[in-house]
Nanobody
Framework: QVQFVESGGGLVQPGGSLRLSCAAS????????MAWYRQAPGKQRELVGV???????TYVDFVKGRFTISRDNAKNTVYLQMNSLKPEDTAVYYC????????WGQGTQVTVSS
């Protein structure tokens, strides 16, 4: 059974930082690439970035230079370090594998507001 458990979200002021974590089932974590997604209220879920099993990262333009994805294969965990947060980063953040699994986790809420 594939599982993703996201954590680390919260309320942060503009310009602040948060570090999200996602624990994945061993069966899906290795040797797959992992991705972070987000879904803002009233919007479709969108890709944030991807990290391969070897640690290569790719990001969408709106987070480049601000967000960093990393992974700890020994812990089956992927991280999303978010810096210089903006109000438009407010969303529920999810992780998933690549190829994508239908078994989404509950996500973790990130709210950027003063």
């Amino acid at each position: 059974q594939v599982q993703f458990v996201e954590s680390g979200g919260g309320l942060v002021q503009p310009g602040g930082s948060l570090r999200l974590s996602c624990a994945a089932s061993r069966s899906i974590f290795s040797p797959y690439a992992m991705a972070w997604y987000r879904q803002a209220p009233g919007k479709q879920r969108e890709l944030v970035g991807v990290i391969t099993s070897g640690g290569s990262e790719t990001y969408v333009d709106f987070v480049k230079g601000r967000f960093t994805i990393s992974r700890d294969n020994a812990k089956n965990t992927v991280y999303l370090q978010m810096n210089s947060l903006k109000p438009e980063d407010t969303a529920v953040y999810y992780c998933n594998s690549v190829p994508i699994s239908s078994a989404w986790g509950q996500g973790t809420q990130v709210t950027v507001s003063s």
